[in-house]
């Protein structure tokens, strides 16, 4: 947690600053099948990635899936992580502001995902392979991205 002072709810924000692959932070290990993740995360900067990510279906360090969004690539993505191997599932494009606060939501529904990004509908998918599990927040590279006002509801 650091000072953010246009964080949505100030004065704090949870902000990833440090260099690793694929950063993530669980929030919650329960087994969730259907439901609604939503953060405000802001994308402030990287060389190789501005990125911020929610993980849901959570089975363990290696086992996940992630929506994604990007301010260097202009573009909200599906992912699987599986036995600590990243491969995309569906893209869609979406402008993601650097230095700008977004909203990032996922949409699940049995093994259909609806990914949103300011309250836009960008890119949808179907998968499945894991079909409940935990929830968090990813970055990748080195990212500085900051996240604030996580929920999750159920249907």
Request: proline fraction near 4%.
């Amino acid at each position: 947690m650091r000072a953010e002072s246009d964080a949505p709810s100030p004065p704090n924000a949870l902000c990833q600053t440090g260099n690793a692959d694929f950063p993530a932070i669980s929030l919650d290990t329960k087994a969730y099948t259907d439901l609604t993740l939503v953060t405000r995360f802001k994308p402030i900067s990287g060389r190789q990635d501005q990125a911020g990510g929610l993980i849901f279906r959570v089975q363990d360090k290696d086992n996940y899936y992630i929506l994604r969004a990007n301010a260097l690539e202009n573009n909200v993505i599906f992912f699987i992580y599986a036995r600590g191997s990243r491969s995309q599932l569906k893209a869609g494009d979406a402008k993601v502001g650097s230095g700008t606060w977004h909203e990032l939501r996922v949409d699940v529904r049995g093994n259909a995902f609806r990914g949103f990004l300011d309250g836009t509908s960008v890119v949808d998918t179907t998968d499945d392979r894991y079909k409940n599990g935990g929830i968090g927040l990813w970055t990748k590279s080195d990212s500085v991205t900051c996240f604030d006002d996580v929920e999750v509801s159920l249907p």
